[in-house]
């Protein structure tokens, strides 16, 4: 600092002498930012890289919807075959009942044994997302319960006359109780259908008219929701 003028002494110094300062500081500050801009590329390098265990995770659930939307195509299309079996067999067994009449036993044993079949389809079920499974669970409840229906009906035949058709009735009230869990699961797979982009499916029982259970909404196949 100079004395006389109260300035920095490089402001007094000579013209040669101050050029070389100035020259000396400008070269200083462009050092610093070449030092700092590396640095500021590898924090914003940093921070805009994913996480390890979140790139893991994301991959994780990626490879989750994938595999289930190839459960819900091949349980809606399980789904079909099985309600064009079981459909006919819930029919028989409600109009025989509500007609005070009973099958013949070749005819029960058929049913028995294409019953066997449907319940083993659903059986050693795959992991799914929780929406695919619930459907699934749901399906194979209704076969289930339609089982012990037509088990009931072979009952009813093994049994004597008297009280025959009180059995019946109950056969067909267990035959009614697998139609409406089966549109409750039906009804459920339509949705996950539509979630996962496939459109509305309707796998609903062609069994005509039954209490309490939920029929399709009347949407075209495979149209949005």
Do not use: C
């Amino acid at each position: 600092m100079s004395r006389r003028t109260g300035r920095p002494s490089y402001l007094v110094a000579p013209p040669e002498k101050r050029q070389r300062t100035r020259t000396w500081i400008v070269a200083a500050a462009a050092a610093a930012v070449l030092v700092a801009a590396p640095a500021g590329g590898l924090v914003g390098h940093a921070v805009g890289r994913p996480d390890p265990t979140e790139a893991s995770v994301a991959k994780m659930r990626q490879a989750d919807a994938e595999r289930d939307a190839q459960q819900i195509v091949e349980l809606t299309e399980l789904a079909h075959r099985t309600g064009e079996e079981l459909a006919p067999i819930i029919r028989a067994v409600r109009q025989d009942a509500e007609a005070g009449r009973t099958p013949e036993r070749a005819q029960v044993d058929k049913w028995q044994q294409t019953m066997q079949r449907l319940i083993a389809q659903f059986a050693d079920p795959p992991s799914g997302m929780t929406a695919t499974n619930v459907a699934r669970g749901g399906l194979r409840s209704a076969v289930d319960q339609a089982a012990v229906a037509v088990d009931s009906v072979a009952l009813a035949l093994a049994g004597p006359t008297t009280g025959r058709a009180e059995r019946m009735q109950l056969a067909a009230r267990q035959a009614t109780l697998a139609v409406t869990t089966w549109s409750v699961a039906a009804t459920q797979l339509d949705q996950v259908n539509i979630d996962a982009g496939q459109g509305h499916q309707h796998v609903h029982l062609d069994v005509g008219e039954v209490e309490g259970a939920l029929g399709p909404d009347g949407s075209a196949e495979g149209a949005g929701g």
